[in-house]
Nanobody, 121 residues
Framework: QVQLVESGGGLVQAGGSLRLSCAAS????????MGWFRQAPGKEREFVAS????????YYADSVKGRFTISRDNAKNTVYLQMNSLKPDDTAVYHCAAQKAWRGIYDYDYWGQGTQVTVSS
């Protein structure tokens, strides 16, 4: 069982930056691939970014490529999402997710409760 707790959300003006963190429980964090998803009001949850275990290869949605960076610190059991050049369209609840090993960017075993990001124009 893995528990995930996100933090770092908040209100920011367009063009600003935020860094989200996701702390994971357990001693096998390094064997999990991690992802970030977001869900805006009235919309489906959408993939944002992921980072594979072992290789740390990263993947991004086209809408955030070049602005967001996912990274991980296995010593701290934490995955990060650095978000720059934020736009109002980035407003959503951001969730982190964990999957054992790697099964692709959409299939995850555990989910966090989410942290709200609001970008004002």
């Amino acid at each position: 069982q893995v528990q995930l707790v996100e933090s770092g959300g908040g209100l920011v003006q367009a063009g600003g930056s935020l860094r989200l963190s996701c702390a994971a429980s357990g001693r096998t964090f390094s064997t999990y691939s991690m992802g970030w998803f977001r869900q805006a009001p009235g919309k489906e949850r959408e993939f944002v970014a992921s980072i594979r275990w072992l290789t740390s290869n990263t993947y991004y949605a086209d809408s955030v490529k070049g602005r967001f960076t996912i990274s991980r610190d296995n010593a701290k059991n934490t995955v990060y999402l650095q978000m720059n050049s934020l736009k109002p369209d980035d407003t959503a609840v951001y969730h982190c997710a964990a999957q054992k090993a790697w099964r692709g960017i959409y299939d995850y075993d555990y989910w966090g409760q989410g942290t709200q990001v609001t970008v004002s124009s």
